[in-house]
């Protein structure tokens, strides 16, 4: 199972190659409100009384009061209508690239242009809803007393990662499948994150702009954070590869979701026989298999010993999730 170490490990491996365009996506995302939820601090003060010293009333009429506070709370409307509409419209497509440029990059596919895939391909409105929808829920449940709204951050946190991926699912859906699949993680996530908070006050001693050159390594490592949801869902059959990658989206594909195709091999049935495939895949779900059969690294064993393979990064993609395990209370995962 998956440890923040192992995380933070696949994500500087796996970024260092690349690190410099990696940097060049964080600050153009960043520009474009890519990196932020569009969010705006307001504060404000007001006098009362006589000033000292002057000999003039400052006491300020309640006509007065009252149109300033009408005022006030106009111009706050129309700033928030304004960021969040700079957000639907650009930083939430830009996050989405963003997430794709780091999701392929840990293969090895690092292209600029991932992050502005989004915009292209009828995919900008499609994104637009999902995103603009995903923040707004977000914002609304943020006005009761903040933590709601930060519940529902982590909740929905696989949003972009999934839209990066198929823009083609409903908003519904790709926040039904991020819901369901950050049960019992929400915990595990504000940890990960938690433990940057060092290089994070570090960077921000160097007058907030060092903050920029842990970006690269923080993304990075949530990719690899999420290649490991992915394989969550996949194996608890929250969704599957097919409505992942919009399989069913594709002319003459099926439209049904809970169909396979025929005769298809389903590693993430775990009624079905595995000896039955002809191909004889190696099941990586199956524990009771012995992994010697495949001579590839399985970090998922917990009596394998990961420093056999020093240095390198982790696979993963695969999880030995099932419908077995407890996922909210049991596993421990640091």
Known sequence: MWTNSMLKQNGWNSVKP???????????????????????????????????????????????????????LVAFVFIMAFAMAIYAFLGGVVRAGECKFFRMARTGDVNFGYLFDNFQGGRYMKTVKVMFNTYIKIFLWSLLFYIPGLIKTYEYFLVSYLVSENADLSKERVQEISRQTMNGEKWKLFVLQFSFIGWMLLGAMACGFGVL???????????????????????LGITTEEELSGYFNTPNSFQNYGNQPQNSYNPYDMNQNYNQNQNQNYNPYDMNQNYNQNQNYNPYDMNQNYNQNPGSRVDLDKSHYNNNDDNNNNNNYY
């Open 213 to 235: 050159f842990v970006m690269p390594y923080y993304e990075a490592t949530m990719a690899e954070f999420y290649a490991c949801m992915r394989a969550k869902m996949l194996s």
């Open 18 to 72: 690349y690190y410099w365009t990696a940097f060049g996506v964080c600050i153009v995302s960043a520009l474009l409100g890519g990196n932020s939820g569009g969010g705006f601090n307001f504060g404000a003060g007001a006098g009362s009384g006589t000033e000292q010293g002057t000999g003039y009333d400052t006491t300020m009429d309640p006509e007065v009061l009252i149109g300033f506070v009408i005022g006030f």
